[in-house]
């Protein structure tokens, strides 16, 4: 019997259904129990009749952290393991890009990895002034997922996905929206409003016209091809040596800052 506490919660508001990531003492940073709260709840919320668009946010300082370092040994413990972590991230992807109906995402604080992955799987995004986004995956010898190795060059070109994916360039939110990466830069404060409001926008328009844009723009037979190319790099990367040892250093480096601060 699985007791622990949820971490995603869902409700409705009108026409849209709002679904948080609730880690909040972890920065909503993904674990297997966030990969599979939030699979659940983006299933409900497509499948809700009542529900004509999502909106997807993160609860406390952060919009998501990327991947929960403290759970890597058992993730890379097995060739099973390994598998099963890398098929839970993509399967959120899918969730989020193939569903029927349209996902705002209000993005804040941060968006690291997974989380930056997960913005940018959304159809629109409305982010607060203090949000801030970039990959850390290649100094850690991981490797992105979330359709990125494909959505990116579409957006920025190839020289720049190159660039923000290698080189983990931290963008604040007036740099994403130059880029063309979000939609709209509101006051945090204004944040869940703003949101709901362009998700009431898009629940107003007609959803089988707004469904098959969807499909469409996404192009799902080539943007799955690529889903499917990253699982399989990331589940070698998963797998080294080289990147145990990165992670090895990087939590101990920041338990040594903590220490330090105290």
Known sequence: MNDRAPSVRLHTHGAV?????????????????????LHDALTAAHADASTAAVVLTGAGRAFCAGDDLKEFGAQAATEASIAS???????????LMFGPKLVVGAVHGYAVGGG???MLNCDLVVAADDLVA??????????????????LPRALGHQRAMELIVLGERLDAQRLYALGLVNRVVPRAQLDEAALA?????????AHATSR????????????????REAEAAQACFASADTARRIAGFIAARRGDKDRAD
């Not at 259904?17 to 709260?37: C, F, M, Q, Y």
């Not at 991981?142 to 359709?147: A, K, L, N, Q």
């Open 134 to 151: 970039f990959f850390p995956e290649m100094g850690l010898g991981h490797f992105v997922t979330g359709g990125v190795s494909w959505l």
């Open 17 to 37: 259904s709002v679904v948080t990531l609730d880690r909040p003492e972890r920065l909503n940073a993904i674990g297997g129990g966030l990969l599979d709260d």
């Open 116 to 118: 930056l992955e997960w």
């Open 213 to 228: 844009l969807k499909r469409v723009v996404a192009c799902a037979a080539e943007l799955d091809a690529a889903l499917d």
């Open 198 to 206: 362009l998700a009431g926008r898009v629940a107003a328009r007609a």
């Open 85 to 95: 972590t890398c098929a839970r991230i993509q399967r959120i992807t899918r969730d």
